[in-house]
């Protein structure tokens, strides 16, 4: 029986080896991460975050094409968004980015 703890003892160390508990190296990783975040919308490309289906924050846009309670068509760089649902609102905007609030249906790059 004792053979047989230590077979799965042995098992579990090279199947689950421990992580380093250094607080540095997870910093490093974490401000590592967060420059390859800042790398990236430093390029200029447009960022969708999208809340459930209640709202959609868009950073990096270009330009509010159309502007209906039930679409709403937005230009980012290289695509057009098409938004669809109901209750649609643009809760707010400024020169870079927009939040919209309301039933969000669907989302479609065109």
Do not use: W
């Not at 607080?23 to 490309?45: A, P």
């Not at 270009?62 to 937005?74: G, M, R, T």
């Amino acid at each position: 029986m004792s053979s047989h703890k230590s077979y799965r003892k042995k098992k579990e160390k090279e199947l689950f080896p421990k992580k380093k508990s250094g607080s540095e190296d997870s910093l490093k990783h974490i401000l590592i991460d967060s420059f390859k975040s800042v790398n990236i919308c430093s390029q200029n490309e447009s960022t969708l975050t999208s809340i459930g289906n209640q709202s959609l924050y868009i950073e990096n846009y270009h330009a509010i094409v159309e502007y209906s309670a039930e679409h709403l068509k937005i230009r980012i760089k290289g695509h057009t968004i098409i938004i669809k649902g109901t209750q649609l609102d643009i809760d707010f905007f400024t020169k870079e980015d927009l939040l919209i609030k309301g039933l969000i249906k669907s989302i479609t790059y065109v």
